[in-house]
């Protein structure tokens, strides 16, 4: 399968272009192998809107956000002026991710350190394509019923909570929320580099609090926004009712619905 | 003047100068704290206090509680323009003066609202008092809420009600004495609740009156005192200090944190080219900072200030994920800590006594350190905008840039990100592999 129109930013430059968008795909979007999924998904839907954009490829680096929420700042501001200038090279100025991780780091903590870009979230992104008409989904989903989990680096940290389910409405499905939504979502406990350790000792793991709340409305599909977040639910979901509910990226449900 | 003029006057200006000399001291224990900036975008920083402290913006989320909240903070600020008239009555041994300046109608309406705000804040916090001891709502009874904390709270609550009452007590017996004709007072006021209260004193002397109307009058005033200065050795401190927190308030999205400046010019001088690694630092130059917290004084004045801020609602743990599925970590423990850690090493510092203590360590652990999803939950949750994240961080990096003191597996992560540029361990080269997958 190799359908996908992905070009590096350094192509761009040898062919003397430049590249409207930078698609920062982040370390778990290049890695893990559900994120790939996500990865890909989200480039269909580009593809099919015609969107000009770059990737940085081998040249993209971890954006820091694991580290610094560890307490590494040294080496998340490593990371952070390493790509702020690979990225000033290229004279980017905007970029959209598929992390909320990268999505606030890039956004909210680069700027400091001479990194100022327009950073978008995927879903703000598509959001816009379809308002600009530049894509069209098919709401064939009837009948199906979506819960929304808000990752916490989208939500609370940033305030995007309507976006998302906006999109997920224009699939023609019926939304349900969880009591804990929106500002008061419950994290998924990956967040803070949780998702790189074992979690400490506790009466039960957050994935599963959150996961059991999830399931308990019965949902065909758990729908995110965020590849630590679909991690932590597709193992939850595993962990309390192996096969009661799919967890999707919302990229994937637009991109399967184009 | 009379003796109890200048008894009044005595007593009024020692709790004065008490109040004003420990007020001074956490002052000074906060002033311990690093600097930080907080001198920018002050319109936004007057509104965000007006709509969060004065508005109480973020209480009504939880409606009961934010309901009884309002009267309560509207009965502590209405009724105590009543205590202007106390004093000047006190000092001078006039009677309700307010009533001689002011016009009847409007003096009448004051009192009148004063003991309707009574009643309410009575009723409020008798109903305080059921949720925490009767229902024992989850929140007041987490394993941070030892006997002290609980017992502060019902300490505050049972002063409330008992300086209401002696308000109410107050005006019933004053209102019996003026038509009863026996008192010099000049004039009549409204009495919409104490009325209802004059039962209880119907058939007695007017010598038996006098004395209740003056015991209430002398206990009113001087549990007003006291209650000041039980505020400054209290979690209630919030009712003076949620304005500057608010004010102070970080402003910026939750999700971002701060940019340690130390770190960057050491990381701008390690890609710097040009620097010469063997440069030995200018003669002048001042010690390196040490980089995050290990106790109270590493962290910045606002962090202090929120410390002593905390009224110990527990909303912050209430909703943080790492407290709700049995971890060690509680957010509004973190700041409890930091408030009794700073007052502690200010204390000896005072006294001269040596202090060996550490807020890392001999009050907050690794354990609940790691235990932080940083989202946030704690940090929306606040109805004053506390920041416990920022503590949380502040020690991570303490531990992680000082100690390199992190769980392995982080520093797993950590190593993975400066071999292969992912927290994982994957080859740099592969990051383009999932174009052709």
């Not at chain 1, 699939?171 to 074992?198: I, P």
């Not at chain 2, 039980?230 to 004010?247: C, G, M, N, R």
């Not at chain 2, 962290?299 to 200030?305: A, E, F, I, S």
């Not at chain 2, 400066?418 to 740099?428: K, S």
């Amino acid at each position: 399968m190799s359908e996908l129109q992905v070009k590096t930013m350094a192509e761009f430059m040898a062919e003397g272009k430049e590249a409207d968008i930078l698609f920062w795909v982040g370390s778990a979007g290049s890695f893990d192998d559900r994120a790939k999924k996500i990865t890909r998904a989200f480039v269909r839907i580009m593809n099919k809107a015609n969107v000009n954009f770059g990737v940085l490829g081998t040249e993209e680096s971890s954006s820091g956000d694991a580290a610094k929420r560890s307490g590494n700042e040294f080496l998340f501001q490593m990371q952070a002026m390493m790509n702020i200038e690979v990225m000033n090279g290229y004279n980017v100025k905007r970029i959209v991710t598929t992390c909320p991780h990268s999505f606030n780091t890039l956004k909210n903590e680069y700027k400091g350190l001479g990194g100022n870009y327009k950073v978008q979230h995927h879903t703000e992104f598509i959001a816009e394509l379809l308002a600009q008409g530049k894509l069209k989904v098919i709401g064939n989903l009837k009948g199906t019923k979506i819960t929304y989990h808000d990752p916490c680096y989208l939500g609370r940290a940033n305030n995007v909570y309507d976006i998302p389910r906006e999109l997920i409405k224009s699939l023609g499905v019926e939304l349900v929320e969880m009591k804990r939504s929106k500002r008061k979502s419950f994290c998924c406990g990956a967040g803070g580099a949780q998702m790189f350790k074992e979690p400490e000792n506790g009466a039960q793991d957050i994935n599963i609090n959150r996961t059991e709340e999830a399931l308990a409305l019965k949902p065909d599909i758990i729908a995110t926004g965020c590849p630590f977040c679909n991690t932590m639910m597709t193992d939850g979901v595993k962990a309390v009712n192996e096969g009661a509910a799919e967890v999707k990226d919302i990229a994937e449900l637009i991109a399967d619905n184009l | 003047m009379g003796i109890s003029n200048i008894i009044f006057l005595v007593v009024f200006l020692v709790a004065i100068t008490f109040f004003i000399r420990n007020l001074n001291r956490i002052i000074a224990n906060i002033k311990l704290g690093r600097d930080i900036d907080r001198s920018d975008r002050s319109t936004d920083r007057w509104k965000n206090m007006f709509r969060v402290a004065m508005g109480q913006s973020k209480m009504t989320r939880r409606p009961v509680a934010g309901i009884l909240h309002i009267i309560v903070y509207l009965g502590f600020l209405i009724i105590n323009i009543e205590v202007i008239e106390i004093v000047v009555d006190g000092i001078f041994g006039s009677h309700r003066f307010l009533s001689s300046i002011l016009p009847i109608g409007l003096y009448n309406f004051l009192i009148g609202s004063f003991e309707i705000l009574a009643i309410l804040v009575l009723v409020a916090c008798v109903i305080f008092l059921i949720r925490r001891n009767v229902v024992r709502i989850k929140r007041f009874w987490s394993k941070e809420m030892t006997s002290w904390p609980r017992t502060d709270a019902n300490l505050i609550l049972i002063f409330e009600i008992l300086l209401m009452s002696a308000f109410l007590i107050m005006n019933a017996t004053d209102g019996l004495l003026f038509s009863a004709g026996a008192s010099h007072y000049v004039s009549s006021f409204s009495n919409p609740i104490s009325q209802y209260f004059q039962f209880m004193f119907m058939g007695m002397d007017t010598a038996t009156l006098v004395a209740i109307e003056r015991f209430t009058w002398w206990f009113h005033i001087i549990g007003i005192l006291m209650f000041m200065n039980y505020v400054l050795i209290s979690k209630h401190l919030h009712i003076f200090f949620a304005f500057p927190s608010t004010y102070f308030a970080n402003l910026n999205p939750l999700g971002q944190f701060s940019n340690l400046q130390s770190v960057t010019n050491e990381v701008k001088l390690m890609m710097d080219p040009n620097a010469d690694p063997y440069a030995a630092p200018a003669a002048d130059a001042a010690p390196p900072e040490q980089f995050g917290a290990k106790d109270a004084t590493d962290l910045n004045w606002v962090q202090l200030l929120n410390a002593y801020s905390c009224t110990e609602c527990g909303r912050c743990t209430d909703s943080c994920p790492a407290s709700q599925t049995g971890k060690l970590l509680s957010p509004r423990k973190i700041l409890m800590d930091t408030r009794d850690r700073i007052t502690e090493l200010a204390d000896n510092k005072r006294k001269g006594k040596e202090d060996t203590k550490s807020l890392l360590g001999d009050y907050i652990t690794a354990e609940e350190l790691w235990a932080c999803t940083s989202c946030n939950a704690c940090t929306d949750a606040c109805p004053i905008e506390l920041d416990p994240l920022s503590i949380i961080m502040d020690m991570r990096r303490y531990l992680v840039m000082e100690q390199s003191a992190a769980p392995t597996e982080l520093n797993m992560m950590f190593s993975n990100i400066e071999n292969n540029g992912a927290p994982w361990q994957f080859p740099a080269a592969d990051r383009l592999n999932w174009k052709n997958e």
